[in-house]
Every structure is written in C-alpha cells, then in structure tokens.
C-alpha cells in the first residue's frame, strides 16, 4: 500500500502540510491515523456498502477519516462545512450515515445535529475537549486516538458519495460502484486521472480548495497514492497561494476559475515578486473560465494549464491543453471516453455552433441515492445516454464550448439569454471583483436581465459604478444580454468550490411572487 510503503521507508516526511496553520502529517502519523479510522469504522459495527458522513472544516483529520474509511468497504459522504444545522441533518439523513465525524469549528452546528439525525449511532468530534462536548459525541482523540494502528483483517475498497452543490435544489446524493480490488491496488480510474492530470510520483501537491468538493477530495487521494506531499490550503487567499508556490517548491495545483481571477486582481509588484517557476501543471475545472482571464493566466504562469470539464457524477468529461485552448479560445474540450450529443429540447441534434443540452454517451454507472425519479430523468431512453443539465455546442472541430447551466437561463420577452457570458464579460472590469446575473421580474417582459455585483476593495458601489459597468457590458455585447439595472453586495453567495449559489440572489426579487410567470 502507498501509505504503508511511505511510513516504512519515509516516516518522518510530510505526507500532509496544512497552511497557514503549519500542521504536518508525516507519512508515518498518516498510515496510522488511517489504520486507527478503520477500526472505529469496524468497531461502530459499518461493513462495506454502509455509510458514515465528515463534516469539517480543512483540517488534517478529514483525509485521514476518509483515508480510513476507505480500508473498510464503506461509502463516506464529505458535508459542505459551510451548511446550516438543518442542511446538513438532510445530508447525514439522506445518507442514511451511521457514524458522523466533525470537529470543534464547527460546534455551533454539531450540537444541533443529534436532535435532527435519530439514525446516527455514533458522533466523534476533533478536539471536542475545548469546546465541553458531552454525550453522545467522543472525542477524535480518545476514540480514535487509542485505536489499534494496524491495518483491519477484512480490508476492502470504499469509496466517497458525495452530494451535488444543490445550486439549483436540494443536493443529491451520487452512488457510484465500488471497485472490486484491494484498498492497497489503485484503480484503472485513479491512474488515467492521474494521467490526464500529468500527476508523477513524489510531486508538491497544493490544494486550495474545500476538501468536501470532489474535485480536492479526489485530486488529493490521488496526489497521496503517488506518495506525493499534499499542501492543503485551510482557506483560500491569492497572496498566501503565490507565497506556498515559492515556499514549498509546488509542482501542481488544481483551482477554480474564481481563483484565477482572484489572483490577477492581485496588486502589480506582487504578481510580479511571485515565484512560481516550480510549477509544472495546473488544472483547472468546476465552472467555465472567462476567455480574458485565462489568456492572462497562460501568459503569466506559461502553457501548463490543463482543462477539464466533468460533473460529480462522473457520467463524461472533455479534457482541453493549453495549446489547445489557444487555437479554440473558451473551449473546454474533446469527449474522454464517451460521446457529446447536443440535443435541443425536442431530442433533435443541434448542428454545430448551436446550443442545446448536452449528453454523454457511454458512461452512465451512477444514480442519484434512494432517488429513482431523478436518475430517470438524468437518462435518455436508450439508458446509456445522460445529462446534468448543462448547455453548449460543438464547434466544426467536435470542441465543446459551455453556455450556462439550463435551471440559470432568464427568459425575458421570449428571447433565451444565458447569463454566464455576461457574467465573464463583468469580471474582466477592473473595477470588480465577482459579478452574478439573474433574471428579476418585469411585467413586461416577463424577466429582465439585472447583475449583483461585488466591486473590488476600496471602490464603492453607487449609481456612477452601475451606469460605467452597464456601457461597458452595451460595448461588447448584444444589448439584450446587457443588464438593466446593477445592485451592489460586499460579497456574492458564490460557493467555496467556486460555484455562484444564485438562489439566495432569486429570491431578494421573486419573494413576493407565487409564480415565475409574470
């Protein structure tokens, strides 16, 4: 096993690094606090294919609960630690999770969840001793603290379920198969993602993102199976990402299109002190980069980004280089494996430049937990065919270019305008920071396209900034797509994992309407 191998030969170095607290893990503390979660899996009587729930903040105990876990046959559902009490009871509900771990950060919570989820039978929490937790929760330490460190007789494979982001209703929870090998074998899966990626053995791994998003829980698990360090960032700050680069010798990263912007709004002499000559790769995914901003990155960082686009479900994915991206600007990529359809709502192929929703064929092996009506819908009759409700096209070059996610699109006047390209166009403006755009009402027109946006520090959100921010928007597009009017917030509900959580937004201007149809 990689851990095993690592603690043997490698005890002492770090496995794990978690700034800016400065917390390491050695390979050796990391093989054994995996090994101690197994056996409080076995000892809380789960077996393979039960279920267990972590909800925590970015700290050690996390990869090393699901490292654990995943010795023991078990699905394991990371909770978004941003989630109210009663979001995250309908997760370990949902779940129908047996053992819950958390921690002390998150105590506020925490202590509301026993009430909530009557099918939990064990609650362990990290440093539950600073915050006076009493029964039913252990302490990490105590529980799993004193566990045997070697490994469990029955080992087997297990696997996360994670939960969509729930942007566009309650999140669902995606059931994938277990592959059938030994937890000390990597899988077929692991080592093309690994591939794709550009991943090597004994690479600087940082991640800047939430460890309860896929896209971190899974490139880190890969990252530690190529016996690579993990630097794991406990929040996300731009000047602190350049600073870790330089520090820690960092090779590859995976970020979020938000990030990039985040650093390009960095102040001049910074971006320009930073050392990021160690990197080799860095990946992208999780929403569509504005075309502006990746130009920037490519020219500061060099041709090293590398692009995908997949869903948590796992049912497709396209991957796009740099050299690539260059020649087909705002792509995200060739299919990997399946098939793209572009289908318009009657089921009828769009011909190429022309959006419609798109479909993958050819790998379809997931269904949304204990929901077979959504699981249905996901497919097209054939059975091998499904969506997550994404739009774009293809170009004459089989590239697909995304639109929007289907549930945003604003219908004003009868004309369908799709709000992400006016979305990108804003950010560009330096004068903003993060920019969402939605339908509000208009009895009219029905909706009416208006933007929310948070304009960079020191730069203040009045009528002169809404009526500079409109001309520039009528300067580079049709002017239907443009905003009418701009409303301004100190910071957009926009996800950790860098998706914008537009129905907090919706519904500052549609609570007094029963209906959509105006």
Request: hydrophobic letters at 40%.
């Amino acid at each position: 096993m990689y851990a095993a191998e690592q603690a043997a030969e490698h005890p002492d170095e770090p496995a794990l690094i978690f700034e800016p607290s400065g917390r390491v893990v050695t390979w050796a503390e990391y093989e054994a606090g995996a090994n101690q979660m197994a056996h409080v899996v076995r000892d809380s009587a789960l077996r393979g294919g039960d279920h267990l729930a972590l909800f925590m903040e970015n700290i050690p105990e996390v990869l090393i609960a699901e490292a654990g876990a995943e010795r023991t046959g078990v699905y394991f559902t990371p909770v978004n630690s941003y989630l109210s009490a009663d979001e995250v009871a309908y997760v370990i509900n949902n779940s129908e999770s047996r053992l819950v771990v958390t921690s002390e950060a998150k105590a506020d919570v925490a202590f509301q969840l026993p009430a909530l989820c009557p099918g939990v039978e064990r609650w362990i929490m990290v440093g539950a001793e600073g915050r006076g937790a009493a029964a039913p929760f252990e302490s990490w330490e105590e529980a799993v603290g004193t566990a045997p460190t070697d490994h469990v007789a029955d080992e087997e494979m297990g696997a996360p379920m994670v939960y969509s982001s729930g942007t566009t209703g309650r999140p669902k929870g995606i059931l994938r198969p277990v592959a059938k090998i030994p937890p000390s074998d990597t899988s077929f899966a692991v080592l093309g993602i690994a591939g794709l990626w550009r991943f090597r053995e004994h690479m600087v791994y940082l991640s800047p993102a939430p460890l309860y998003h896929t896209a971190p829980l899974v490139s880190c698990s890969v990252a530690l199976r190529m016996k690579s360090t993990c630097v794991v960032m406990e929040h996300f700050d731009p000047a602190l990402f350049l600073d870790l680069v330089a520090r820690h010798r960092v090779t590859h990263s995976q970020v979020v299109p938000t990030m990039f912007s985040r650093l390009l709004k960095l102040p001049e002499p910074v971006r320009a002190a930073a050392d990021v000559s160690s990197l080799e790769w860095v990946i992208h995914a999780a929403a569509p980069c504005p075309v502006p901003v990746k130009e920037q990155m490519i020219e500061w960082f060099g041709p090293i980004l590398l692009e995908y686009y997949a869903a948590s479900e796992g049912n497709g994915g396209t991957f796009i280089t740099s050299e690539d991206w260059l020649e087909h600007r705002g792509s995200v990529g060739k299919p990997l494996l399946v098939r793209i359809e572009i289908l318009d709502d009657d089921g009828n192929e769009c011909p190429a430049g022309s959006p419609g929703t798109v479909w993958f064929s050819g790998a379809t092996d997931f269904e949304y937990f204990h929901d077979p009506e959504k699981t249905a819908s996901s497919r097209r009759d054939d059975g091998n065919t499904s969506t997550v409700g994404d739009v774009g096209y293809l170009d004459e070059d089989g590239y697909l270019f995304l639109t929007d996610r289907k549930a945003h699109m604003i219908i004003s006047g009868g004309v369908n305008i799709y709000p992400q390209e006016t979305e990108n166009l804003l950010v560009t403006h330096p004068k903003v920071m993060d920019a969402a755009v939605i339908g509000v009402p208009n009895e009219d027109l029905g909706e009416e396209v208006k933007a929310v946006v948070q304009p960079v520090e020191g730069v203040a959100g009045d009528h002169d900034l809404e009526r500079e921010l409109i001309a520039f928007c009528r300067a580079h597009l049709a002017h239907f797509k443009c905003p009418r009017t701009i409303d301004f917030m100190d910071e957009l509900p926009r996800l950790a994992t860098g998706k914008l959580y537009k129905g907090p937004l919706r519904e500052r201007y549609w609570a007094e309407h029963t209906t959509r149809i105006v």
